[in-house]
């Protein structure tokens, strides 16, 4: 726990409307509130951001005229981020990117292209090296947005010696290796519910339990991990939505508190957060409360470095919100949001 009462944290967003890049604000855990929005960074469709454990450096995705990929900054002492360098390729940008703690492997997911990607980083100065490894996934499902593979995520295991894959349009979450070169080798592929569409993954502390969120079905699959071997085995389906909603909805961001306590699951379409508490021994979880996220179409959440807030974005309405988020019983209040950044992605926070 942190005597710290203000946070620096980041928005990723897509560049339309009034949107010029990556923004950033400040959460006073005195006043409860969201303060001075910024711009930190212009550049175009910043919608996935990772941060380094120590603070230094901030990677993007982004995208440049015709050609996509990931860019570096250097996080200065008020904030401020710095241009570092960028790799770009031709074609679409990444959904998603991720660092390892060591912050030696950068990783980034393809929705359009199919494709996981690996760098290294130069440990001087944080610059992103060429691809180490670009592998091309395989196959369809039976939703007609899986008409080839759309890989939404690409995260380390707690163990840091797998990279977890997860692709919406295969309905798979695949298992690889990181060898020291940056290089991939795949360990497991393991199929999913078919059509369920998964998007995005959440590890328990523990090290043996992992959530994964369905971006078609608006599920949340729980899974024990084996770090020995790599693999994961299923061993629950929940559903994030109440029993008499049966509009459109796609889920979206997965998190889980610190203590290993709650997981928390975000709604497009129905507009909200689902609460889930977890079994110490299992691991399974039990519904705990829908919560609005007081806008349309909520792409992400954060938790912040406390554990007692959380910060959500609303893509569609251009709003972020803030909740206080109750330790015991995990179950959210709202305290802001009036928050406007234009078209936000991804939330991120400085430790």
Same mark, same amino acid.
């Given at each position: 726990?942190?005597?710290?009462?203000?946070?620096?944290?980041?928005?990723?967003?897509?560049?339309?409307?009034?949107?010029?890049? +990556?923004?950033?604000?400040?959460?006073?855990? %005195?006043?409860?509130? +969201?303060?001075?929005?910024?711009?930190?960074?212009?550049?175009?469709?910043?919608?996935?951001?990772?941060?380094?454990?120590d603070?230094?450096?901030?990677?993007?995705?982004?995208?440049?005229?015709?050609?996509?990929?990931?860019?570096?900054?250097?996080?200065?002492?008020?904030?401020e981020? +710095?241009?570092i360098?960028?790799?770009?390729?031709?074609?679409?940008?990444?959904? !998603?990117?991720?660092i390892?703690?060591?912050?030696?492997?950068?990783?980034?997911?393809?929705?359009?292209?199919?494709?996981?990607?690996?760098?290294?980083?130069?440990?001087?100065?944080?610059?992103?090296?060429?691809?180490?490894?670009?592998?091309?996934?395989?196959?369809?499902?039976?939703?007609?947005?899986?008409?080839k593979?759309?890989? !939404?995520?690409?995260?380390?295991?707690?163990?840091?010696?797998?990279?977890?894959?997860?692709?919406l349009? /295969?309905?798979?979450?695949? /298992?690889?290796?990181?060898?020291?070169?940056?290089?991939?080798?795949?360990?497991?592929?393991?199929?999913?519910?078919?059509?369920?569409?998964?998007?995005?993954?959440?590890?328990?502390?523990?090290?043996?339990? %992992?959530?994964?969120?369905?971006?078609?079905?608006?599920?949340?699959?729980?899974?024990?991990?084996?770090?020995?071997?790599?693999h994961?085995?299923?061993?629950?389906y929940i559903?994030?939505?109440?029993?008499?909603?049966?509009?459109?909805?796609?889920?979206?961001?997965?998190?889980?508190?610190?203590?290993?306590?709650?997981?928390? %699951?975000?709604?497009?379409?129905?507009?909200?957060?689902?609460?889930?508490?977890?079994?110490?021994? /299992?691991?399974?979880?039990?519904?705990?409360?829908?919560?609005?996220?007081e806008?349309?179409?909520?792409?992400?959440?954060?938790i912040?470095p /406390?554990?007692?807030? +959380?910060?959500?974005?609303?893509?569609?309405?251009?709003?972020?919100?803030?909740?206080?988020?109750?330790?015991?019983?995990?179950?959210?209040?709202?305290?802001?949001?009036?928050?406007k950044?234009?078209?936000?992605?991804?939330?991120?926070?400085?430790?």
């Amino acid at each position: 726990m942190t005597n710290k009462t203000n946070f620096t944290g980041y928005i990723g967003t897509y560049t339309k409307g009034t949107s010029k890049g +990556i923004y950033t604000f400040t959460l006073d855990t %005195a006043r409860d509130r +969201i303060l001075d929005v910024k711009l930190a960074a212009a550049i175009e469709n910043p919608t996935y951001l990772t941060l380094t454990e120590d603070n230094r450096y901030l990677y993007s995705v982004a995208k440049d005229g015709k050609s996509g990929g990931l860019s570096s900054y250097s996080i200065s002492d008020n904030g401020e981020l +710095i241009p570092i360098n960028s790799q770009f390729s031709e074609g679409a940008s990444p959904c !998603h990117v991720s660092i390892d703690s060591k912050q030696r492997y950068v990783f980034s997911g393809n929705y359009h292209k199919g494709t996981v990607e690996s760098y290294l980083t130069n440990q001087e100065d944080g610059a992103i090296q060429s691809a180490s490894s670009i592998i091309q996934h395989e196959g369809s499902g039976p939703d007609p947005r899986q008409e080839k593979p759309h890989v !939404h995520y690409t995260g380390l295991t707690p163990d840091e010696n797998y990279l977890a894959v997860v692709d919406l349009g /295969t309905d798979t979450l695949t /298992t690889y290796a990181v060898n020291p070169d940056g290089k991939l080798t795949k360990v497991q592929l393991l199929p999913l519910k078919a059509g369920s569409g998964p998007r995005h993954l959440a590890f328990h502390p523990n090290g043996k339990s %992992a959530y994964l969120m369905t971006e078609f079905s608006s599920e949340v699959i729980v899974f024990t991990y084996d770090s020995q071997t790599g693999h994961f085995t299923e061993k629950q389906y929940i559903s994030t939505l109440p029993e008499e909603f049966k509009e459109n909805n796609q889920g979206s961001a997965i998190k889980i508190s610190e203590d290993g306590r709650f997981v928390y %699951a975000g709604n497009r379409g129905h507009n909200s957060i689902a609460v889930f508490s977890v079994n110490e021994e /299992t691991g399974g979880l039990t519904f705990v409360e829908h919560t609005s996220t007081e806008g349309d179409w909520p792409r992400d959440f954060e938790i912040d470095p /406390t554990g007692r807030y +959380i910060v959500a974005s609303n893509q569609e309405s251009s709003n972020l919100v803030l909740f206080a988020r109750d330790e015991d019983t995990g179950k959210l209040t709202l305290l802001q949001s009036d928050i406007k950044v234009p078209y936000p992605v991804c939330v991120k926070f400085l430790g």
